[in-house]
């Protein structure tokens, strides 16, 4: 066309059609609110990946395909930083007790931290492994095996009780009383191997998830604070956050389809 050309020549000589010299992407416009609704999320939980925020997308009315929402994600720069991945010096081994439904294993597990003003935070975490349900954080400055034995009291007489309770090797847990009042409890135990951590995979993966959405995130300026806020990310944990292993359903929601599908069954 600088040389004189018309638009319907040069366009011809080059093979182009010419509504395509007008054209302006939508996509762009098309994608900016769900951008938009994708930093606010990234925002608001920095430690979660596209696809579990694809399911809060959903939740919100932004259902997309995976690929999609990666695209997006990558676009706006959201990647969470990758963690360092641990060194393995040991084989693994099968896991003693695998749990074949609810109220089957409870894992039981302590992580330490401490407060601003210095004071110290042990946590007593508690869950259920077939359906992934954190039952109880309980957070003090020292829990001795009497308060172990109170809290999983409590957690049986709201829940029930567990065939097996599994725990690590450690000094705290193969205290005596906690032995005998499990064994008078009628459960049994299925206590990790010294060095082999993994055995109590599924505990040590809920640990890690407290520690990087919520211990490392937050800043508790006493024990009290620190309470209050680990108990609310718990709730968070079991009624909001997706989970990988139960197809991006929350433990609450896992577990409701549980007692419906068996329910159904008895029925027939």
């Given at each position: 066309m ?9 366009c ?11 054209y ?17 999320l990234?925002?608001q ?31 706006a ?13 040991a ?18 597990d302590?992580?330490f931290?401490a ?30 095996s ?21 725990s690590?090797?450690g ?12 064994v ?42 620190a ?22 359903l ?10 419906h ?8």
């Open positions: 600088s040389r004189g050309l018309s638009q319907r020549r040069s011809a000589l080059i093979g182009v059609a010419r509504s395509a010299l007008h302006e992407s939508l996509l762009a416009a098309k994608d900016a609110p769900v951008v938009s609704a994708m930093k606010a990234a925002a939980y920095p430690r979660y990946g596209y696809r579990r925020i694809r399911i809060f997308l959903r939740r919100e009315g932004h259902a997309m395909s995976p690929d999609r929402c990666h695209r997006l994600w990558q676009q720069a959201l990647q969470v930083p990758r963690k360092r991945p641990r060194r393995r010096v084989a693994r081994s099968d896991r003693p007790q695998p749990p074949a439904s609810r109220n089957h294993v409870w894992a039981y302590f992580v931290d407060c601003a003003n210095g004071q110290q935070l042990k946590c007593l975490t508690i869950i259920d492994e077939y359906t992934r349900e954190c039952l109880a954080i309980d957070v003090a400055g020292s829990i001795r009497r308060r172990v034995i109170d809290v999983l009291a409590r957690l049986i007489t709201v829940h029930g009780a567990p065939r097996y309770m599994r690590d090797n000094p705290e847990f193969v205290s005596r009383a906690i032995l005998d009042w499990i008078t409890s009628g459960i049994n135990t299925a206590i990790s191997d010294p060095g082999k951590p993994w055995q109590n995979g599924t505990d040590e993966s809920f640990n890690g998830k407290l520690r990087d959405e919520c211990l490392s995130m937050e800043w508790f300026r006493s024990r009290e604070e309470k209050v806020i680990i108990e609310t990310w718990r709730r968070h944990y079991n009624a909001v956050r997706p989970h990988s292993s139960l197809d991006y929350t433990p609450n929601e896992f577990k409701a389809a549980q007692k599908s068996i329910q159904q069954g008895a029925s027939l």
